[in-house]
């Protein structure tokens, strides 16, 4: 695929990731206040936000959500602003990746990922794809979002992960992104 590649709800997708890189994001690693508690919240596997067990249904809620979320050292998660800091639950990653476009091929593939959230992530350094194994045998593939928060790939983008990294070496399956090499296998 090229960079005119594009996708009928966004546009160019190497232009959205570049715009989407320069949003800054509200600077939760700075906050630490005193006022904690329970947002009665969690992400389900398959991405979806509950509160009180109720399925949030407004997209840009979730997304506004989203931004204020943090991982903290003990590997727990909370939503946090200047003035309360609130526990919520993540089943397993707090966004799934349901979505990937590729650029270019070999060394020089750029992979931009959709997030449930809307949100675009570029796979590189930065952003690195790592695959686990899960006790039954079966891959879980992540990308690294930001600060220890990671994306789910979901099963249908990781198929096309693995095709990509197969047609170009079947011998060695891994895949370059933004020009770093990621293998597929157990990390």
Known sequence: MSDEQTDSAHGSL?????????KALPPVHLWHPERCGDSEMRIAVDGTWFHQGTPIGRPALVQLFSTILRRE?????????????????????PFVAVEVQSIGSGEERRLIFRLNTETLVEAGPDHPLRVDVAADGTPRPYLLVRDGLEALVARPVFYELADMALAEDALVPRLWAGGACFPFGQS
């Open 14 to 22: 190497a232009a959205l990731a570049a715009a989407v890189s320069a």
């Open 73 to 93: 050292p003990d590997g727990s998660f909370v939503l946090v602003t200047p003035h309360e800091k609130l526990d919520i639950a993540v089943e397993d990653a």
